[in-house]
C-alpha cells in the first residue's frame, strides 16, 4: 500500500504547516511510522518516526520544531511543522515500516518550500 503525503505549500521562514497522510485499515497502529524528505539533490532522510505506542523520535535538525503524531480512530499521521527554516524545503513522504521488509513502497510526497 503507498501513502500520500498532503497539505505542503510555500511557507515563509518562521512559518507552520501541518502534513498529513492518509493510511487504510491498521497501518498505523500495527506499524512504526515515519515522515522523509528529500532537498533537490540530496538524498531521502528520515526527519522523524513514531512507533506502535506513540512515542516518536526526529533527526537532530528538526527536534524541538517538528512534532510527529497519528489518530488511528481515522487511520491519519501528522507532522506539525514549525519554525520553519528554509533548509526545511523538501518533499515529504510518509511511509511505514515493517520489519520483515522494511519501509513500504514510497507513494507521492507533498512539497514544502520555506521562502520569504
Known amino acids: 500500500v503507498q501513502l500520500q503525503a498532503s497539505g505542503g505549500g510555500l511557507v515563509q521562514p518562521g512559518g507552520s504547516l501541518r502534513l498529513s497522510c492518509a493510511g487504510s485499515?491498521?497501518?498505523?497502529?500495527?506499524?512504526?511510522m515515519g515522515w522523509y524528505r528529500q532537498a533537490p539533490g540530496k538524498e531521502r532522510d528520515l526527519v522523524a518516526a513514531?512507533?506502535?505506542?506513540?512515542?516518536?523520535n526526529y533527526a537532530d535538525s528538526v527536534r524541538g520544531r517538528f512534532t510527529i503524531s497519528k489518530d488511528n480512530a481515522k487511520n491519519t499521521l501528522y507532522l506539525q511543522m514549525n519554525n520553519l527554516k528554509p533548509e526545511d524545503t523538501a518533499v515529504y513522504y510518509c511511509?511505514?515500516?515493517?520489519?520483515?521488509?522494511?519501509?513500504?513502497?514510497w507513494g507521492q510526497g507533498t512539497l514544502v518550500t520555506v521562502s520569504s
Open positions: 511511509n511505514y515500516w515493517v520489519p520483515s521488509t522494511g519501509w513500504g513502497p
Open positions: 485499515g491498521s497501518i498505523l497502529s500495527l506499524n512504526v
Open positions: 513514531i512507533s506502535t505506542t506513540g512515542r516518536g
